[in-house]
């Protein structure tokens, strides 16, 4: 917790000096009376009087001064346990006095906004207009205030911030907006907003990848009916370019359901044992006509009887897709290595490409549903942008981690790594 600076407070007086304080005034003033009565002076009785008035008024000051104190230290009281209070609360906190300047905060908040100082300005912590208007309102009008920020650097995040007037000091002297606080609460909805914007994106990719397919085959069903209607040359042309759309359909839709299966069973680890160059063995075969097709060479290394837990099918969908990629992106490169790697903590899997590679700025992004480094290119190739997304999915499974390493025009490896048991732990 970060306590609030608050201003230096006078030690009370202490009673020795009330009370040297009453004896100095009674001294004087009898010395004073003393010289006149010597004199005999006329305003000796005046002077009596007035003698009178000074000693009660010097014996009775401290007991208001005396109040004064109690009402600081329950003051202080109150704000130590409202800092206490504010300390407790898991999300972060700022307490703000009447003109917006920074009272308290908690450590919460000191990690989102570092900038946060007791005695600055919110503004110089937030910059958004949103939360400093929010501010202004509820000094304004005294309601609560709500408000969103967000912020792209250095990272991107948002929060939902509530601005609650309160007032902590109801007794306080002077004007009611003197006293009035602002106790703001920020909630971090950085991953609820994500989550949000891959749903809305994922539908309108989905819908944007179906209907460019379904668009052409109205198109082709049009020009059959229509112009090439006894053309039995063209038809014969167009019904080919149907059939590879309608393909394309339904293994988008297919991607689509193996993605949500996959991610219904995500926290089932499979127990079947799986012999991976039988997989590896497998799935090159069936890319032999692809690589015939690209002119790239498919490679292989160190095929041992390297068994991993697993299953069998969604492991050969994983390295179908990551050779797939390699010779059909790569293809320039004209070779595509497999390397199986035994270790001694991990069993590890590297296709290797020598082709364009692929960019840093895509790197992070490239199992995400429907990312692609060039979305043409791709489409062109027959592929939906799911492939990596499902690679993801089935190794997370797995309990697998996949390693993305390239650098533009120097190919690209992804690198697939089962984590081997450890000796006394069992399988
Ligand atoms: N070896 C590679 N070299 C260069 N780019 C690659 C490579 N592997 C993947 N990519 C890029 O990553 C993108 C995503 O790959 P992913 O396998 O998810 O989708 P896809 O191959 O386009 O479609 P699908 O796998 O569904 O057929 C690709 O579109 C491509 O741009
Ligand atoms: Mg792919």
New binding site residues.
């Given amino acids: 917790m970060v306590a609030a600076t608050q201003q230096e407070a006078p030690a009370p007086p202490t009673r020795r000096w009330r009370q040297s304080a009453a004896v100095g005034a009674l001294a004087t003033t009898l010395l004073i009376i003393c010289v006149l009565a010597l004199i005999g002076s006329p305003v000796l009785l005046p002077a009596l009087a007035g003698a009178l008035v000074t000693v009660i008024a010097a014996l009775s000051r401290p007991r208001a001064e005396h109040k004064v104190w109690a009402e600081i230290s329950s003051q202080e009281t109150v704000r130590a346990g409202i800092q206490a209070i504010v300390s407790g609360v898991a999300d972060p906190v700022v307490v703000l006095d009447s003109h917006g300047n920074v009272t308290m905060f908690n450590a919460q908040a000191k990690a989102a906004l570092p900038q946060l100082g007791i005695g600055r300005h919110l503004s110089f912590a937030v910059r958004s207009p949103e939360v400093v208007s929010a501010v202004e309102r509820v000094l304004r009008e005294g309601t609560v205030a709500e408000a969103e920020f967000h912020e792209k650097v250095p990272v991107e995040r948002s929060f939902e911030v509530r601005a609650t007037p309160v007032r902590f000091d109801a007794a306080s002297a002077g004007p009611p907006s003197a006293s009035l606080e602002i106790v703001m609460l920020f909630r971090d909805v950085t991953a609820a907003r994500r989550l949000e914007r891959m749903r809305v994106d994922f539908v309108a990719n989905a819908s944007h990848e179906l209907r460019t397919p379904l668009a052409s085959l109205y198109g082709f069903i049009e020009t059959i009916e229509g112009p090439a209607k006894n053309d039995p040359a063209a038809q014969a042309r167009f019904l080919a370019i149907m059939r590879e759309q309608a393909r394309r359909m339904s293994r988008l839709i297919d ?1 689509l359901l193996s993605l949500s299966r996959i991610e219904l069973k995500e926290h089932v680890q499979p127990t079947e044992e799986v012999r991976l160059d039988s997989v590896l063995s497998e799935v090159i075969d069936t890319l032999t006509p692809l690589s015939l097709e690209c002119r790239t060479k498919i490679e292989i290394e160190g095929m041992n009887r390297t068994q991993v837990t697993g299953d069998r099918d969604e492991l050969i969908r994983v390295f179908e ?1 990551l050779i797939e ?2 010779v059909k ?2 293809q320039s490169g004209g070779r595509v290595d497999v390397m199986l790697v035994d270790g001694e903590r991990a069993v590890s899997v590297t296709v290797r ?1 020598y ?4 960019a840093p700025e895509h790197l992070p992004r ?1 199992t995400e549903r429907f ?4 979305v043409a290119d ?1 489409r062109q190739k ?8 499902l690679v993801k999915h089935i190794l997370n499974r797995h309990k697998a981690r996949l390693v993305v390493r390239s650098e533009l025009g120097a190919g ?1 490896s992804f690198e697939v790594m089962f984590a081997k048991p450890a000796i006394n732990e069992p399988a």
């Fill in positions: 991607d897709n990629n390699a992106y790569g490409d082709g364009p590679g692929i490239l990312y692609r480094v060039d791709s027959g592929g939906t942008g799911l492939g990596l997304a690209a």
